[in-house]
């Protein structure tokens, strides 16, 4: 398996209050864009963009990017992934084919940001998944993190560097989650994680 780097690391804008985190990019043939997210066929950009009260124009290239880019500027919302190096089983892009080799750092985003003070994570609540990663993450840094269980969202809080960082574990935004939850459903649930419920 060879390993791969994580082509973005992450993406906060001035002033942001919530990071969303998921796990790593999906298979290079999979993307539509160079930047999170780049696979068309996954719902996370059509969420931002309800939210945002902006419909998507760009579905590839640069004007994709700029795009998105601006709809995280105008919502104060930052996104990253777990893994910063990953090995790829089967040349799949599904969670549970992927093997942690470098976490992301997620205290170093937290220490460049200090407006953050909320993680959103994506994925499931397996092994090979955001919030698995995330403990496995947290315990190498001494620090014991329960996954909290039960019906999402789940919330809970966890204290890193002597600030309390809230923890919201959400459903994954790709088309094979889309057959648990329909979009409205989990658009709705986005938009208030994310603090966002006086918008239309």
Known sequence: MNEEIHP???YVPVGAESIIIGTFPPTLRNWSYNFFYPNKNNHFWKIMARIAGNPLQYFSGEKAVEERKNILDQLRIGVSDMGKIIRRTDGNSSDENLEIVEYMDIFGILEENP?????????SAGKSSAIGWFKSYLALHGIVFRIPKGKRPLQTVVQIA?????????????ARAGATISLES?????RDALGFTFLN
Do not use: A, H, P
């Open 162 to 174: 002597g600030k309390d960082i809230e923890i919201v574990l959400l459903y994954s935004t790709s």
């Open 115 to 123: 407006t953050l003070r909320k993680i959103i994570f994506t994925s």
């Open 186 to 190: 989990l658009t709705e649930l986005f």
């Open 8 to 10: 973005w690391n992450w």
